[in-house]
């Protein structure tokens, strides 16, 4: 299972980014798959995620300002953030939770998204 994850960069305060992850076919239709992220100092949080049927969930410091997408035909899921904020800040990690036998949960690598004000 691979997760490839881009997108990051450095943006104003207000401005907008995306963040893309791209998982094995193999994968992709069944996974509820999602972003996280870390600041310094922090605990890794939830951002969003997106179930294979469809169903998203945010995180409470997001929800209004960022949007996550999945691409069937692409097997990529999308992270729209707007309205960035520097407390935004933080490496953000693609995440893909399979229902196997059991849950297996796979960590993409991470990608640097800083706000300055």
């Known amino acids: 299972v691979q997760l490839q994850a881009s997108g990051g960069g450095l943006v104003q305060a207000g401005g907008s980014l995306r963040l893309s992850c791209a998982a094995s076919?193999?994968?992709?239709?069944?996974?509820?798959i999602g972003w996280y992220r870390q600041a310094q100092v922090k605990q890794r949080e939830l951002v969003a995620t997106v179930a294979g049927s469809g169903i998203t969930k945010y995180g409470d410091s997001v929800k209004g300002r960022f949007t996550i997408s999945r691409d069937k035909a692409k097997n990529t899921v999308y992270l729209q953030m707007n309205s960035l904020k520097p407390e935004d800040t933080a490496v953000y990690y693609c995440?893909?939770?399979?229902?196997?036998?059991?849950?297996?949960?796979?960590w993409g690598q991470g990608t640097q998204v800083t706000v300055s004000s």
């Open positions: 995440n893909a939770e399979v229902p196997l036998l059991r849950t297996l949960t796979y």
């Open positions: 076919a193999s994968i992709f239709s069944i996974s509820t």
